[in-house]
């Protein structure tokens, strides 16, 4: 089993910064994938970005060019950095992780709130 736990999510105005970070426990040396995942209300949850243990990313097309995930392996941490914040990424965002791809994460963490709104 895998543990994660989030944190760095709060209100940010329109255009603005946050940084989340989610910091993984237990069997990490089964962990290859890891990344984020969101769902605002009355959606559904939607892949943000991934990463693998090589490197190898992923990003959600609405994402690209204003997130960016990165990882520490040594602390089995991963980061998303997220830049020009829009009213729409508005959610609940929630790290994963797991042995295989980036898409098909079994281990969930249990959300971290990000709210843009001016």
């Known amino acids: 089993q895998v543990r994660l736990v989030e944190s760095g999510g709060g209100l940010v105005q329109p255009g603005g910064s946050l940084r989340l970070s989610c910091a993984a426990s237990?069997?990490?040396?089964?962990?290859?994938?890891m990344g984020w995942s969101r769902q605002a209300p009355g959606k559904e949850r939607e892949l943000v970005a991934g990463?693998?243990?090589?490197?190898?990313?992923y990003y959600l097309d609405s994402v690209k060019g204003r997130f960016t995930i990165s990882r520490d392996n040594a602390k089995n941490t991963v980061y998303l950095q997220m830049n020009s914040l829009k009213p729409e990424d508005t959610a609940v965002y929630y790290c994963?992780?797991?042995?295989?791809?980036?898409?098909?994460?079994?281990?969930w963490g249990q959300g971290t709130q990000v709210t843009v709104s001016s």
């Open positions: 994963g992780a797991g042995p295989f791809t980036i898409k098909t994460m079994p281990y």
């Open positions: 237990g069997d990490i040396f089964s962990i290859h994938a």
């Open positions: 990463i693998t243990s090589g490197g190898s990313t």
